[in-house]
Structures are given as C-alpha cells and as structure tokens.
C-alpha cells in the first residue's frame, strides 16, 4: 500500500465507519497517547524496564507492531484533515535531509 493508497482508505475508512473525524485538536492529543504507548512497550522490549507479569512479554512484538500502525493510522488523520500530501511531504523531507546532511552523518566518528 502506498501512503496515497493509505491516506484514501483511511479517510474511506473514517467516512463509513467512524462517522467522522476527530477535530484536529483531538487528533493531535489521540496521537500523543499512541506514541507514549509505542514508547512504554519501547521501553520494555529494548530499554531497561521490565514487564509486570511474563506473559506481557511474549504478545509485545505484535502490541508494538499494532500500536505503530495505531500511530500511523492518526497521523493520517491528521494530514487528511489539513491537507498533507504524506508522500509529497516524505520526498521533500528526503530531499531536505540529503541535501543538508549529504557529509554530516558519513563524517561522524559515533556512527562509525
């Protein structure tokens, strides 16, 4: 799926079963929540913290993988609702970063 394709089906998606958008201001705190659930289960996959019970542990790469397209999923909300072109937006921040960065990063001793 392309994020065109991406950006019409969940505004298909929105139309037929949700009813209607969550006004941008919303959408912008529903998408705050869902990153802070990314970064809990973050957190406990590669970071330093631990789950509570054990079981938690064994469905968390595919609670990430959901929370992600959660993520994903209001992010496209929120650029249907303001216009945004994501893939437009992607290349030219592509585009950006290259130019920018074409010698930063491949002259930096940390990431060697």
């Not at 937006?89 to 585009?95: P, Y």
Request: net charge negative; glycine share 4%.
């Amino acid at each position: 799926m392309t994020l065109h394709e991406a950006q019409q089906a969940v505004d298909e998606w929105i139309k037929t079963v949700g009813v209607r958008y969550y006004n941008e201001l919303t959408n912008t705190a529903v998408l705050m929540e869902e990153v802070g659930e990314v970064a809990r289960l973050m957190a406990r996959l590669y970071g330093e913290q631990s789950f509570k019970k054990p079981e938690d542990e064994a469905s968390a790469p595919a609670q990430l993988a959901d929370e992600m397209a959660d993520v994903l999923f209001v992010l496209i909300c929120l650029a249907n609702q303001t216009g945004v072109d994501l893939a437009q937006a992607l290349q030219h921040n592509l585009d950006k970063k290259t130019k920018r960065d074409a010698e930063r990063h491949a002259n930096n001793e940390k990431l060697r």
